[in-house]
């Protein structure tokens, strides 16, 4: 990290990052966007698996949430450095909101709601990545972790929210109803952003063509150590993510419906939205470091005593614990974003999403066809037996880099 994008240590508090309009405007769509789409997600996933009653189709449509940023992260992240950012949040928003209405549409086959999918998660690339890249320049120092944390906080309660509040709608509305309202709030998130936020464009030379554009964006993620090892703590989240992948036949399993899927799909959001809140008040931004990678173990330890094929208040629980530890995902995106130079910082956020997204998706989908042959819950345990290994090579490589 450079002494130019070094945050401060000036004790930043929440209060300090709320006092600004266009922070709370981005929070505001943020909020929004975010218990639209798990509305949207439980929806998608009750769907699917009535139909199919395929714990793998299931997943398979889960991964398709994830995939698409094999492309989309590094292809089209870096028209945040190109186009106005505002501009590119606004549009993003309204697209998704458009394809929100088609997959609403009654009887739509399955091949074209994969489709439908797979467009929604394109268009969420530069959304990301212009929002990534607009934050530094909202809040700077010490602020700017600060609204990281709230960020982050914000993403996992409104997942929470979501999750919770998705079943029983889904369950009194019908699923069409349920993806017009995830229409609804990207069109209001649309509108928050373009009159509460300022117009802000990259600053430094930025090249003009897209393939030298990804050159020098995978030449700074890849020549940097640090960045190649917290781009690796973040992908350990692979593993972790199958719970989401799997809700609703693990919800089948323990003889559930639309109520129990988002009840499962809340816990690992609830326990992530805690650690994040304990992890910006107990421990000093110094000192955050060096948990990133022994908390990036404990998000896959739970996991494993899915094995003991625990009734459903004891899966909450433990996927509540492995959330606990998944708040190290947001010092990790801090540390990555402040890192990158402002003229790459899309392209650069844009090409770890698709690392993070990527594995995640291949993630839900190899437990998804595990889960075909073993049962949901032998699937999440060796899936938080592999990914605990993972996490202890992550763990190494991170300190060493972190000691360079």
Avoid: K
């Amino acid at each position: 990290m450079t002494d130019d994008h070094r945050p401060n240590t000036g004790g930043a508090r929440f209060g300090d990052v709320f006092a600004d309009a266009q922070f709370r405007a981005l929070w505001a769509a943020q909020l929004l966007s975010v218990l639209g789409d798990q509305v949207a997600r439980v929806a998608l996933a009750v769907l699917v698996f009535t139909e199919t009653g395929s714990a793998g189709l299931t997943a398979l449509t889960y991964a398709l949430t994830f995939l698409p940023d094999l492309v989309a992260g590094p292809l089209l992240s870096g028209i945040a450095d190109r186009a106005p950012r505002r501009l590119t949040m606004v549009v993003s928003d309204l697209l998704r909101a458009g394809v929100l209405v088609l997959m609403a549409v009654p009887g739509m086959p399955f091949a074209v709601l994969c489709a439908l999918v797979v467009a929604g998660q394109l268009i969420a690339a530069p959304f990301a990545a212009a929002r990534a890249a607009i934050l530094p320049h909202v809040l700077s120092g010490e602020r700017y972790v600060v609204a990281s944390a709230v960020s982050g906080t914000t993403y996992q309660s409104g997942q929470v929210l979501g999750f919770a509040l998705g079943g029983p709608l889904v369950a009194l509305v019908g699923v069409p109803v349920a993806l017009l309202a995830d229409a609804a709030t990207f069109v209001v998130s649309a509108l928050i952003l373009q009159v509460g936020v300022a117009e802000q464009r990259a600053t430094g030379g930025v090249p003009d063509d897209a393939g030298v554009r990804l050159r020098d964006g995978a030449r700074i993620v890849a020549g940097d150590r640090r960045l190649r090892s917290l781009v690796a703590l973040a992908c350990v989240s692979a593993f972790v993510v199958t719970v989401e992948g799997l809700a609703a036949p693990y919800a089948a399993s323990l003889g559930g419906g639309p109520v129990t899927v988002g009840l499962l799909l809340a816990a690992n959001p609830l326990g992530a939205a805690l650690g994040i809140v304990l992890l910006a008040r107990l421990v000093p931004p110094a000192r955050r470091d060096r948990l990133l990678g022994p908390l990036a173990v404990l998000s896959c330890v739970p996991l494993v005593a899915s094995a003991l094929d625990p009734p459903l208040g004891g899966v909450i629980a433990l996927w509540v614990v492995s959330g606990l530890a998944c708040a190290y995902q947001v010092p990790a995106n801090a540390a990555f974003v402040a890192a990158v130079p402002d003229a790459h910082r899309g392209q650069a956020f844009g090409l770890a999403v698709t690392a993070l997204r990527v594995t995640q998706g291949v993630g839900v989908l190899v437990a998804g066809l595990l889960a075909e042959r073993t049962g949901p819950a032998t699937a999440v345990a060796l899936a938080g037996a592999l990914g605990v290994v993972v996490a202890l090579l992550c763990a190494v490589a991170w300190n060493r880099a972190r000691g360079s």
